[in-house]
């Protein structure tokens, strides 16, 4: 269902904050924090790497929980986050249908160039792929986790996993148009 100006939106976003944005981002964050606090460069390097990967993860989380939040609640982000919503079919490549001024003030990216800085290199590798893969999962079309909801059995492991990953029903409910439908809720 996906016009061609849908294509070039989203894959232009893409492309933009892959190899634009995000690289600048990163070599900025990493540049100031050699700048401004030196003596703190690679000072994760020797900490275990579970724990590294599941300390960044979880300030990964928050900050684009809350970005993410705000984009909702302020007129400013929500003008720069709208095009995101305005997608009529989910799909991976609607994650990059934001204005680039959105990415730019993405604290989470800021954060992924300050946590290489400080020597959590290889974390931030895995927990971007395992990030991905997440991402993948809540938008995709394939709805995995639908028998999940229509078996009450499955209830509790259901309420469990959707306070710890957004699965395709709560982001499709998130993304939905109207509250009539009894699930949408964009907030």
Do not use: C
């Amino acid at each position: 269902k996906r016009t061609f100006g849908d294509w070039v939106q989203e894959a232009g976003g893409f492309l933009v904050l892959s190899f634009a944005i995000k690289p600048l981002i990163v070599l900025s964050a990493y540049f100031v924090g050699h700048w401004l606090i030196p003596d703190f460069q690679n000072t994760v390097a020797n900490l275990s790497l579970p724990l590294v990967f599941v300390l960044y993860l979880l300030v990964d989380d928050v900050l684009q929980y809350w970005y993410h939040r705000f984009g909702h609640e302020y007129q400013f982000l929500w003008k720069l986050h709208r095009p995101h919503h305005q997608a009529e079919e989910m799909g991976f490549f609607v994650s990059y249908r934001n204005a680039g001024l959105y990415y730019l003030l993405m604290p989470n990216i800021w954060w992924l160039g300050l946590a290489v800085f400080l020597g959590a290199a290889q974390a931030v590798a895995l927990a971007l792929i395992a990030k991905q893969l997440i991402i993948i999962s809540s938008r995709s079309t394939v709805r995995w986790d639908e028998f999940l909801y229509n078996r009450p059995v499955f209830n509790p492991l259901t309420t469990i996993l959707e306070r710890i990953f957004v699965t395709p029903a709560f982001h499709y409910a998130h993304h939905g148009k109207s509250m009539i439908d009894g699930v949408s809720a964009l907030n």
